[in-house]
């Protein structure tokens, strides 16, 4: 089930964007992330476009890496 705010970053970012869904979630905020949000054996692609259709909101981290 995705999130109301959806994660998108790039793979040199990832501690940075689990410290902001960490922070988030802890405002009660519900966040939507891979791969944590990804269930096993699902298709990736499907999950994450399902994922970004059903969020409210969408956060890019945005660095010279993404």
């Known amino acids: 089930m995705a999130g109301s705010v959806f994660i998108s970053y790039s793979q040199p970012d990832h501690d940075c964007a689990f410290e902001l869904v960490a922070r988030l979630e802890a405002q009660g905020i519900d966040c939507w992330i ?25 956060i890019l981290v945005f660095s010279t890496s993404s």
Request: hydrophobic letters at 50%; zero cysteines.
């Open 34 to 58: 891979a791969p944590r949000d990804i269930a096993p054996s699902s298709d990736w692609a499907a999950e994450i476009m399902d994922a970004i259709s059903s969020a409210r909101v969408m």
